[in-house]
Every structure is written in C-alpha cells, then in structure tokens.
C-alpha cells in the first residue's frame, strides 16, 4: 500500500512555477493518464495526439521520441514535490519531504522503472533526467538542510552527499525494487533512526535568555 501523506502535517506549500505554457502541460497530463492506463510498452504518441487533438508533427517538434515525451510527463507530474516543505523543523521537514518522494515513487512506478530501463541504453535521456529531475529533488534537500544549519538543529560540517541520496534513494527502490512498499511508518524510521543521527541533529535552538 502507498504511502498517504499525513494531514496533519501537510500544510499547502507553494507550486514550483512550470516552464511548460499551456499546451505543453496539457500534453504531458494526457501523457501521464495513458501511462496510467496503459503502461510504457502500450503507449503510443498517436494516442497521446489523437487524445490531446493535436498532431503526431506537434508532440515529435517539441520532444523528439517516445522517451523524452515519457520523462518530460513524469518531470512535470512530479514538479508539485520539488517544494521545500519550511515547517520550521528539520524532522518535519524531512518527513513532509519524505511522505511526498513515497506519494509520486508510488503514483508513478511504472513510468519510473521505464525511463530507468531507457536511460541504461540512451546517455541524453539519462543527462536529461538528472538535470530535469535529480538535480532538482536535491535542491530542496539542500534548502531544507541549509535553513537546519541556520536554525542551528545541524552543522554544516555533517552534510555529505550520501546524505542526499538516503531519503529518496532508499524509499524509490522501496517503491520500485521491494515487495514492501514504503509507508508513512517507513519515513519516520527513516528520519529518526537513520538520518537525524546521521546530522548530529540536537533540536531547534533556543534565543539568548530563554
């Protein structure tokens, strides 16, 4: 079963604002629902057309196959959770963060293991998703980690890079790899067993005199 995010704190954060115009979203919404319906190896780019009342010429102009179509849809359903939560706490944080990488791993499984499986065979769809997707999951971490060190809950000195990959590498293969998937459960175990040890976390910092 996948992993809901818990209402009680999942305060609404604000979007990260889409390159895409219009149409172009609307063209990967479409995408993304045949893949649901479909799966990969089922999807057509005339049906995502016919569907979308568009050309096959229009999709194929702005994304050249079937693969970058797929990543470009996975991209931008996912964009909602490249949001830096800012709840004030690193472990809530972490687990707003946390609860939204098991939330889009689950939605969007199958598109996942398919684009993983193209980009072992095609170095362009593999730069692509680490630009459009990787670099930009990290980043909230990043932001989250920063404002923690400034809160003074962590120090600098105990980011790593593996401290990156922990959160959303250990939950997507949860999702994609293991029989088990990834609960709400899952994240806090994640958080407080693994990764607030992992950062020295000691708690919010208190003002001078209190």
Not at 42 to 63: C, D, G
Request: net charge positive; glycine share 4%; aromatic share 4%.
């Amino acid at each position: 079963m996948c992993v809901v995010s818990d209402p009680r704190s999942d305060p609404p954060s604000a979007p990260l604002k889409s390159r895409r115009t219009a149409r172009e979203a609307q063209l990967l919404t479409i995408t993304l629902q045949q893949l649901q319906q479909h799966g990969y190896d089922r999807l057509t780019v005339e049906a995502v057309a016919t569907q979308a009342k568009a050309s096959k010429a229009t999709l194929y102009r702005r994304w050249p196959s079937k693969s970058d179509l797929v990543l470009a849809a996975f991209v931008e359903g996912t964009r909602l959770a490249a949001v830096p939560p800012r709840t004030g706490s690193l472990r809530d944080d972490l687990l707003r963060v946390g609860a939204s990488v098991c939330q889009q791993a689950c939605e969007h499984a199958s598109t996942m293991r398919a684009v993983l499986n193209e980009m072992s065979h095609n170095p362009d769809l593999r730069k692509a998703m680490q630009d459009e997707f990787v670099h930009q999951h990290k980043l909230v971490i990043d932001e989250v980690l920063a404002e923690a060190v400034q809160r003074g809950e962590i120090d600098a000195t105990a980011i790593s890079d593996e401290i990156y990959d922990l959160l959303p590498g250990y939950l997507v293969f949860r999702a994609l790899v293991s029989a088990r998937p990834p609960t709400l459960k899952s994240v806090r175990t994640l958080v407080d067993k693994v990764l607030l040890p992992s950062l020295g976390h000691r708690g919010l910092s208190k003002p001078d005199g209190q």
